[in-house]
DNA sequence: TATGAATGAGCATTCATTCAT
DNA sequence: CATGAATGAATGCTCATTCAT
């Protein structure tokens, strides 16, 4: 179970207490990432952090605290990453685009971070999955505003109006699960990745924008 | 934490096996949905099955054992669910849009299968994950050939080829984000998620056929 | 710390759990009586009682509990053990008599019973405390109802009156004190015990010096 | 769990080595007292003191050692002001009366001293249980002095020989039990306390019921 | 077949105690 | 003199797992 895991070398001494607590949510979430909240024990953590376990829990809390943190810690680089990616005053589509790219990057260099926020974080009940949750939302809800922003530039079609969140939700997911197959495929660049999903849902969404819609009585089947 | 759980009421005797192991694993399905895989305890399955511990090792082995058959029925099941909605001599649009209901009728009507598969298997590292991401990736491959089977009827452009399997996982990530979200917005119907999905998607994805392709530089804030 | 105790040599197995349950509240009292509550381990407990720790927390719960238990079951032997002594149709001062040796009989036989009563539960604080402070109360009323009604017979001076019920502490006190200053000096009987007690309190020490004996023969129920 | 402590405020510095001594006792009584040995914790003792927990290793030693100075500076305490509120040449019941209500006196001045040496002391196995019961000994020796020389100017009945000892054991508890009956029922003074008490041991009970009543005005040294 | 009885092994958490500054 | 930083060593408790009946 235990295989490999960095640690630091040399058990550091008389360190401020801030760098400590940057040291043990480092060592926290790479530990969460590869074992799930459960399985990681407060053990493993403080041996990756090279500290004592009473230091994580003067500094830190409890098991749940520390999990919380983590998962507050990475969701804000994640948030920063894409916003700081954004540049407000470009097209919609051209902040999708930047968007996109900005949260591949951040899985690519941080792995680890996405892991726990994206793997971990929802199967632990309670308060952990509604906060994961909640953010989830508010990405969705960003993605929605850019999609209504962007329809309403055209005319607003009805599709859009109603199912705007419905999309960025299936927008949303589309990313995430292509970053976790992009984990196994690390061959493409993060631009590709992008790409493809610009391609995929915002030509059909233009389409749909436009007036071009997709019902089952459409398809070749049944209307030739 | 232990609310309020159907149990059986009386410790039947002298079933045969299949029916007792039928038993547990629906006890255990339901209890591993609830609380997740670690803090789901065999206590509390086997008070729900209305069965002994010692039965639930005799017939189903270890809790890890237990956990991936279910596992595996549920995902059997999801499978089974999908394929027979399907009817391969239809146009690919329409063995998606068959699918994708399918896939919605399954989620509303076993939300605890959806639940185990979506959200607990994967946190639990080890064997369960690379099962379900086989699993998963088995449905990426389906719809990658569904894909590039529409794509090749128009003539196969490039990018449908080399792209295909991302594609898909993003299809599939959508559909499953879509579902997710659906689980707390359950005032639309299966089919309306499936449109929204066709629409999204398909429409899209008949553009990449046509060769019609977003890029950054086409973007308007660059073409005019 | 943990010196010599008794523990029973093989590890029984398959008893039914109300013997269990005894084995392991007696181990307890005896544990808890050698070491106080707080420094008490589960472990010495569970070893004294030739039992796993995990059956403890089955059948009686936390320390806390546990600790309860042995309180309760301690003192109801306790009044038993007293209240059995006493012929409620014998004069006052014939009930204390037999009630004090009594008492000082439960005391001998039932050392750490005693011991856990009264020197571990008080210095537990919260629920323990209040525990053994009622029950103490309760002896302490009795005693008063003897001590009035023994006044009341014969006139009920105004000191009796008011001061009852503090007397009858004192006397409570008393005996329990010299209950601990016999387990230093075991070479008295329990009947020396008692008698000094009423000699001192019953009579007074000024008719002692004076040469006035209290003896049970000398009570109003065999002297007429 | 920490309700409501009085804390130095602020973190004085450089005191000369005694006064620090004896701020750190005063924490560590209030502390003990309230939570009992185990209990009560270094870290809230040295908060409580306004001092740094190294600093009470360096002055006091462990925590066993703590204690111990405490409970050693509680009992000096405690056998001063009562032996200070006898005078030496006043006849045995006189002695025992002003004794008696120094002690109470003591016991409402200093509630947790007193708390700290009736209650807790004893709970704790080893060398303070020792040390304490040795102090109550003391105690118990000068009664018994009392006792026997007040015997012995009336010529010594034999009773009072033989069982001299065993009645000052009982007259301690008795106070001791009526002190802590006091903390609950604070409505009487020291001085009837300490009344009900002489009536009780010295005059006997029986003599109360028939009427004789021991005041401080009958005492041979006044009344004749 | 079916189960109540029993446990080994692990984990989170706490606390008295000591360095390094 | 004075302390923030750090830890070794316990301890209460839980849970998957297995016998004996």
Redesign the interface.
Known sequence: MSEHVQRSPERAKRLPRAVRERQILDAAVQVFS??????ASMDEISDVAGVSKPMIYTYLGSKEDLFAQCIRREASRLLEAVESGIQPD??P??QL?HGLRSFYRFVADYRESWTVLH??A????GSFAEEITSMRSRA?ELVAALVVSAGSQKGLAD?VEK?G???A??????????A??WL??SE?TDG??A??????????????VEG?????SS????NE
């Open positions: 590869r074992y799930g909240y459960h399985s470009l097209p589509d051209m685009w793997r971990q929802l199967a632990v009940g969705i599709q199912s969140e419905g999309l939700a299936a927008l949303v997911g589309a990313a995430e699960s292509l976790d197959w196994d495929h493409v590709v990745l790409s493809w999903l610009m391609n995929l849902v915002w030509l059909g969404f233009n389409d749909l071009r819609v997709w019902t089952p398809s070749p089947a049944h």
